[in-house]
């Protein structure tokens, strides 16, 4: 199974930009669909965007045009960019894997959009 871990969260102002990775242990990253949710207080964890195997790539319709999800399989490595932030986004970002009906999430990295 493979362990995930995210950084790259924090504070940032509206407008601002942030980039979260999400390193992954393991040797089959690259067979790994990819996905980064997100989880406000009070609300239920939403998918945000996914990247499967063949780097197909899917997202939510309320980040579309803001957020990029991208892969680097040589670093074993998922990565989402957040642009153009609004305060709605603030939320504990997750990374999860699937593979073969095996999956894992990561621990989660708080992103606080405020002024």
């Known amino acids: 199974q493979v362990q995930l871990v995210e950084s790259g969260g924090g504070l940032v102002q509206p407008g601002g930009s942030l980039r979260l990775s999400c390193a992954a242990s393991?040797?089959?990253?690259?067979?790994?669909?990819m996905a980064w949710y997100r989880q406000a207080p009070g609300k239920q964890r939403e998918l945000v965007a996914s990247i499967n195997s063949y780097f197909s790539i899917n997202y939510a319709d309320s980040v579309k045009g803001r957020f990029t999800i991208s892969r680097d399989n040589a670093e074993k490595t998922v990565y989402l960019q957040l642009s153009s932030l609004k305060p709605e986004d603030t939320a504990v970002y997750y990374c999860h894997a699937v593979y073969r009906g095996s999956s894992s999430w990561g621990q989660g990295t708080q992103v606080t959009v405020s002024s």
């Open positions: 393991g040797s089959i990253f690259s067979n790994y669909a």
